[in-house]
């Protein structure tokens, strides 16, 4: 997914902000009670508490706010929005973990794919039905999200690595009990200086600032 798209270039001066501590070359730990908690009816389930981070992407939003994105070497993802580019005001977290990656055999299949984006649910194979997310489930069809992230191996790189055109819609499902939620990415990945086009699936949970330090 992800990680198989990355390059690598030399880097002259930093240009990654550093959130809580969170950049290329260092450990996210995570608070297992985060899933665990959750029982047996989360898909979400990941095998360690510990993330060694390898990639940095950053993303800049219209409304001017910021995701930025961590990755490992497996393509587990630790992910922040803040309101600002340094991650001062950071104020959502999240972990995802790759749920499916497929190749498009043809425009017919991308098609497909576009119309599950901008659904009111989305249930992948193997998976239980999730409803969107961003922009509520009023609408039977929601355009999705599109936008550019800029990916980095090096966190003295002045320039990315990779540039990623991503077209997306979150989804989630409350689990029994009221006790969490769950969540669902999904997106077309294309990147800049490639013809490779990949449809993605990651299950998510939202995390609190306590269930995870680095």
Same mark, same amino acid.
């Given at each position: ?5 990355? $390059? ?8 990654? /902000? ?20 959750? #029982? ?8 360690? +508490?510990?993330?060694?981070?390898? *990639?940095? $992407? ?5 409304? &001017? *706010? ?36 497929? =190749? ?6 991308? @098609? ?17 039905? =999730?409803?969107?997310?961003?922009? #509520?489930?009023?609408? @039977? ?8 992230? +800029?990916? =980095? =191996? ?5 320039? /990315? ?6 077209? *997306? ?7 029994? &009990? $009221? +006790? &969490?939620? @769950? ?6 990945? @294309?990147?800049?200086?490639?013809? +490779? ?6 299950? #998510? ?8 330090? *680095?």
């Amino acid at each position: 997914m992800f990680g198989k798209l990355f $390059g690598r270039k030399e880097g002259a001066r930093p240009t990654l /902000p550093v959130i809580r501590n969170v950049t290329i070359g260092r450990t996210v730990v995570l608070d297992p009670l985060a899933w665990r908690r959750l #029982g047996a009816e989360t898909k979400f389930a990941l095998d360690r +508490d510990t993330l060694e981070i390898t *990639a940095q $992407g950053l993303i800049e939003l219209n409304d &001017g *706010a910021f995701v930025h994105r961590f990755y490992t070497d497996d393509e587990i993802l630790f992910q922040v929005v803040s309101d600002d580019r340094e991650g001062q005001k950071a104020n959502d977290f999240t972990i995802f973990m790759p749920w499916a990656s497929e =190749y498009p055999a043809d425009r017919a299949d991308r @098609e497909l794919w576009s119309r599950r984006l901008a659904a009111r649910t989305f249930q992948p194979e193997g998976l239980p039905a =999730y409803t969107r997310l961003w922009f #509520g489930d009023e609408a @039977e069809q929601q355009d999705p999200v599109t936008l550019w992230e +800029d990916v =980095y =191996y090096d966190r003295e790189a002045d320039q /990315p690595d990779r540039r990623l055109f991503q077209t *997306a819609m979150l989804f989630h499902r409350d689990l029994a &009990g $009221g +006790d &969490g939620r @769950e969540l669902l990415l999904a997106l077309t990945l @294309e990147p800049e200086d490639s013809k +490779d086009v990949s449809h993605e699936t990651m299950i #998510g949970l939202p995390l609190s600032v306590g269930e995870f330090r *680095a």
